[in-house]
């Protein structure tokens, strides 16, 4: 059983930076991909980013240049940092862990309960 706890969300100004952090407990997350997805009122979950268990990254188009996830193993986390932040990045952030990043929600794995993020002047 794996257990994942978001943090970092919260309200910031157009342009500005936040970085949300993905904390997991109860098995080993290196065993897993890892990813970040959102979901903004009235749309479907979408993919954000994600990192395999080798390191390697895939980004959604409209973040690219602007999002940078990464994992620490040893710490069971996977912080995903955001940059330039625009009002359409304004959603609902959840982390997840399984055996596969896909562009639309896995349907195995496990998820976060979600941080709100809020980009707004």
């Known amino acids: 059983q794996v257990q994942l706890v978001e943090s970092g969300g919260g309200l910031v100004q157009p342009g500005g930076s936040l970085r949300l952090s993905c904390a997991g407990s109860?098995?080993?997350?290196?065993?897993?991909?890892m990813g970040w997805y959102r979901q903004a009122p009235g749309k479907e979950r979408e993919l954000v980013a994600g990192?395999?268990?080798?390191?390697?990254?895939h980004y959604a188009d409209a973040v690219k240049g602007r999002f940078t996830i990464s994992r620490d193993n040893a710490k069971n986390m996977v912080p995903l940092q955001m940059s330039s932040l625009k009002p359409e990045d304004t959603a609902v952030y959840y982390c997840?862990?399984?055996?596969?990043?896909?562009?639309?929600?896995?349907?195995?794995?496990?998820w976060g309960q979600g941080t709100q993020v809020t980009v707004s002047s």
């Open positions: 990192i395999t268990f080798g390191g390697t990254t």
């Open positions: 997840y862990a399984g055996p596969a990043i896909t562009s639309t929600p896995p349907i195995s794995g496990y």
């Open positions: 109860g098995s080993i997350l290196s065993r897993y991909a």
